[in-house]
């Protein structure tokens, strides 16, 4: 096993991070240049859509990345159970470079090639000649190359080094060579052969059987001329079977057919959806956390929410998500997790925030998320988690057998033990909710003062407060308190305000916009996850890795402990007992900012 990377593991534009795409420049610029000097008849497309057709390549892997996440989280067909962390993210961010490695070899090979022999756009002969090179001598040495690597090395920490890409680089390009220099090669030959391989290459990953059995019983030689995606996940977690590329006729030539391949094939297939015990509903927040979601971008959900500037580039695309959101109408999985045997997942609302503010489209969004419960109540889950209150439904349905938890108690909790130890008077600024007049009812019995320096808000809490401690509540003539529990819905004016060393403690899920360099800002309300909560491979929202919102861990804490109550509407549950929960299942608080 190799211990130390070679110098041909990195690839070589590794440095360069997220600008390894200006290595694509000269040739954009030679191709576009061409395009424009040359006179009509001159111009050769070859080199003009090159680059289209890299984006397309990039575009086609992302859909099926986006799909396979899909499925895996659904759990319907799905063939590995392995879970996906942040590491293994991290390793495969590079999954485009191979694109880009593949787009500069094409660069450089059609400049070198003779004028002779430049493509026409078709042949039929090319393409015929393409499938036959692949089908037999390609195969072949793939089938040997594979089978040699694997029996002298196993897997390092390195996933596909250069150099492997170098070699499947070289044995993909002999049909396309074979049929250049032959004069039968074409513009749409190489085309549909570079996305054969994609295709293939993406069906033997993407960890769900979508190979209907019926295809086979019409044609049995079938099974030896096509992998499904069952035979090559072998090759992955076996690793000394089901060597060959996409035929697995060489396996069954040489004896390397995993002898469990028929039994997989046919389990995954009647493998049906997941039945989780706990689903958290959420919904998209601004408008480019559309990026970040697990089933898109890796690399950005890998990361907490934060605005980039190439995300100004992408507006067409946020704005189409946009619309589509307002036609859409169901929820869908994201994620699929499990922690103490228990098993949970995440669905998602799609809509924005900025349209929960909206009046007209609230009764569409209510019956989206009515059809989520009613759907989660079908497959039998327990405890559904809501981020907003749900006694709408419950009156609607008083027959439900699903508990609601709007995760209410577990954030009071974890903000009154944010507050630092000795405080004795608090600012509480923003919109009041339910949290937080629970809030300050607690912070009174607590004999801690709570301010306000609104008249309407300090005559809202006194009415609220059910402690008899109310003298506890005050109104204040200034912002001088060192700490303010904030919600949404007060200024930034307010904000700056503030004396020096203040410390902003949010109550609501959206953070404060930090104005002053001097004060100090905590989290949301949020707890680090246990090391045994499996599959967390991307941030929630602005959060860091590991990192899990209050409204989110209430639910699951309901699931682990059994608790057969709805927490929503005005009900809360008890604020001490869910927090000394938290802490005996291994959720750690946040430490306090510097």
Not at 278 to 305: C, D, M, N, Q, W
Not at 467 to 479: A, D, G, H, R
């Amino acid at each position: 096993m190799a211990t130390k990377p070679g110098i041909l593991t990195d690839w070589p534009w590794k440095p360069l991070g997220s600008f390894k795409y200006v290595i694509l420049v000269p040739w954009v610029v030679h191709s576009s240049y061409s395009m424009t000097v040359k006179g009509e008849g001159e111009t050769d497309l070859t080199y003009f859509l090159t680059f289209p057709f890299l984006l397309v390549r990039m575009i086609h892997n992302q859909i099926w990345i986006s799909i396979s996440r899909y499925q895996t989280a659904k759990g319907k067909n799905r063939i590995v159970d392995k879970s996906i962390e942040f590491e293994q993210v991290d390793r495969e961010r590079n999954w485009d470079d191979q694109i880009l490695f593949n787009g500069i070899l094409f660069y450089i090979a059609y400049m070198t090639i003779p004028q002779s022999h430049k493509l026409p756009l078709w042949r039929t002969n090319g393409v015929v000649i393409t499938s036959l090179l692949h089908a037999g001598p390609v195969e072949f040495l793939y089938y040997w190359f594979h089978r040699a690597l694997h029996h002298h090395y196993l897997y390092s920490p390195v996933i596909h080094p250069f150099a492997e890409h170098i070699v499947y680089f070289v044995l993909f390009s002999i049909p396309m060579l074979t049929t250049v220099f032959t004069g039968t090669g074409s513009l749409v030959s190489l085309t549909g052969y570079i996305l054969y391989i994609d295709v293939m290459n993406n069906l033997g990953h993407c960890n769900f059987e979508l190979i209907p059995k019926w295809l086979f019983s019409i044609f049995p030689p079938l099974k030896y001329l096509m992998y499904t995606p069952s035979f090559h996940s072998l090759h992955h977690t076996q690793f000394r079977t089901n060597y060959s590329l996409f035929m697995p006729i060489y396996d069954y030539v040489y004896g390397t057919m995993d002898k469990s391949t028929d039994a997989v094939y046919e389990t995954s297939l009647e493998r049906s959806e997941e039945s989780p015990k706990v689903v958290h509903l959420a919904h998209l927040t601004t408008l480019e956390s559309i990026f970040y979601l697990r089933l898109g971008f890796a690399t950005l959900a890998s990361k907490p929410h934060t605005s980039k500037w190439y995300q100004w580039l992408m507006w067409p695309m946020t704005s189409w998500s946009l619309i589509i959101t307002w036609i859409y109408g169901n929820t869908f999985v994201v994620e699929a997790n499990t922690f103490e045997k228990l098993k949970w997942q995440s669905w998602v609302v799609p809509r924005y925030t900025i349209q929960y503010m909206l009046q007209w489209p609230r009764e569409a969004i209510n019956s989206m998320i009515e059809r989520a419960i009613l759907d989660a109540e079908m497959k039998g889950v327990k405890g559904e988690e809501l981020n907003r209150n749900g006694e709408l439904y419950i009156q609607r349905y008083p027959q439900l057998k699903l508990n609601l938890v709007d995760g209410s108690s577990l954030v009071v909790a974890v903000v009154l033990n944010s507050i630092p130890k000795g405080t004795t008077q608090v600012l509480l600024r923003g919109k009041l909710t339910k949290v937080a007049y629970a809030i300050a009812n607690t912070l009174c019995e607590r004999d801690i003062k709570v301010a306000t320096v609104y008249k309407d808000e300090y005559e809202k809490l006194q009415l609220r407060l059910t402690t008899k401690l109310k003298s506890n509540l005050i109104l204040s003539t200034s912002y001088a308190q060192k700490t303010w529990l904030v919600g949404d819905g007060w200024t930034e004016e307010e904000q700056l305000k503030a004396s020096k060393g203040t410390l902003f403690i949010p109550f609501s899920q959206f953070p404060p916009k930090k104005m002053s360099k001097d004060c100090f800002y905590h989290s949301t309300p949020a707890m680090i996850t246990p090391k045994s909560f499996t599959n967390i491979h991307s941030c929630e929202n602005w959060l860091s890795r590991r990192v899990m919102s209050a409204w989110r861990i209430a639910g699951i804490l309901h699931g682990l402990e059994g608790w057969n109550v709805h927490e929503c509407g005005d009900s809360m549950f008890n604020i001490e007992e869910i927090w000394r929960a938290s802490l005996r299942h291994g959720f750690q608080p946040l430490t306090m900012p510097n």
